[in-house]
């Protein structure tokens, strides 16, 4: 999968590119984090709003219906920030979140529902804008449109877990407003350290490996990944080093981004033993050599029982240092 950048179509970003980047994590964190904000609100707000705040039902239907018209102006704010192509766009939800999540911090008794629904309006609103705003900043701005069903449906798979995976924490209704601000304010930081301009600008030169290749036992590997889960973290990360030194590619992902993925995702293992086979097989191709089990298949194996694929990628792996030893 590639991400063609936009007045610059000789430069690309590859998904292993994507994936090795701080800037996509960055963002998919920080829209997880603005999901929390608003799903505190829908889940803790309305009833510490009538048993603590004494607001009357009235004024919580104008609440509730303000934070719904917040997302919809958010969702068209989002057009107009889309036009934007740096980071600074992605400032204007976190500060709405930490604008909302304060006024509504401030209101301490029924008086004070004109100004809880202008935070929750402005909530509401910060979350309509990343709805749309994070996945097409994450794919570059490029009209492809399955690069950006991928990418929103990653996001909204986050914002569903989010909403069903919060219940299931205790959380005091007379905190979480403060827990709101804590979480805006954390996601605004989590924003500093990336790169100005996005997947704008050409992705960052890949330097060869040192990692002197070995073969390896796939049966010992496997063992290993199924007695000690942190093992597969380490495979993951010395196996992209390894064949990063026997050919070093764009399309493979960095040994440490490889790690953080293996360790962090949902389906990160299955996912890199997929992008490894991938590569093994065009080596293998090019130097007509047999490319052994189809990519489906480690996938299939990987997804199923991480271990097999780990031993399945690991004897690709053993061949191609055979054939690059022997020339």
């Known amino acids: 999968m ?3 950048l936009p007045g610059d179509t000789g430069k690309r970003w590859t998904c292993a590119d994507l994936l ?3 800037r996509f994590w960055g963002m998919l964190a920080f829209y997880s984090l603005l999901s929390i904000v608003h799903a505190l609100g829908s889940l ?9 705040l004494q607001i009357p039902s009235k004024s919580i239907g104008i609440i509730v219906i303000s934070s719904h018209f917040g997302i919809l102006a958010g969702i068209i704010l989002s057009w107009l920030l889309c036009r934007i192509k740096n980071r600074y766009s992605l400032f204007i939800p976190a500060l709405l979140a930490l604008i909302g999540s304060v006024l509504s911090w401030l209101v301490h008794d ?3 529902s004109i100004l809880l629904a202008v935070g929750q309006f402005l909530i509401g609103m910060s979350q309509g804008v990343i709805i749309l705003l994070i996945p097409v900043m994450l794919i570059g701005g490029v009209s492809s449109v399955e690069t950006f069903a991928i990418v929103l449906g990653i996001c909204l798979l986050f914002k569903y877990l989010i909403t069903d995976l919060l219940p299931m924490v205790v959380i005091i209704p007379e905190y979480f407003s403060i827990i709101a601000i804590a979480v805006s304010l954390t996601a605004f930081l989590l924003l500093l350290p990336i790169k100005k301009a996005l997947f704008y600008a050409s992705p960052a030169k890949r330097s060869s490996s040192t990692q002197q290749p070995r073969i390896a036992t796939p049966i010992f590997a496997a063992l290993l990944s199924l007695c000690i889960p942190v093992y597969i973290v380490y495979w993951f990360f010395k ?13 493979l992902m960095t040994a440490q981004g490889a790690g953080w993925l293996s360790a962090l995702a949902p389906f990160g293992n299955a996912t890199l033993c997929m992008m490894l086979s991938d590569e093994i097989h065009l080596l293998l191709s090019d130097k007509k050599e047999n490319t052994g089990m189809k990519t489906g298949w480690v996938l299939f194996w990987a997804l199923l029982l991480p271990p097999v694929g780990v031993a399945i990628v690991q004897a690709k792996m053993n061949r ?7 020339e």
Do not use: D
């Open 239 to 251: 196996t992209h080093q390894q064949l990063q030194f026997i050919a070093p590619s764009s399309r």
């Open 110 to 112: 029924a008086s004070g």
């Open 2 to 4: 590639e991400i063609s």
């Open 320 to 326: 191609v240092i055979a054939v690059t030893t022997a």
């Open 44 to 52: 803790y707000g309305i009833s510490f709003w009538i048993s603590t």
């Open 20 to 22: 090795s980047s701080y």
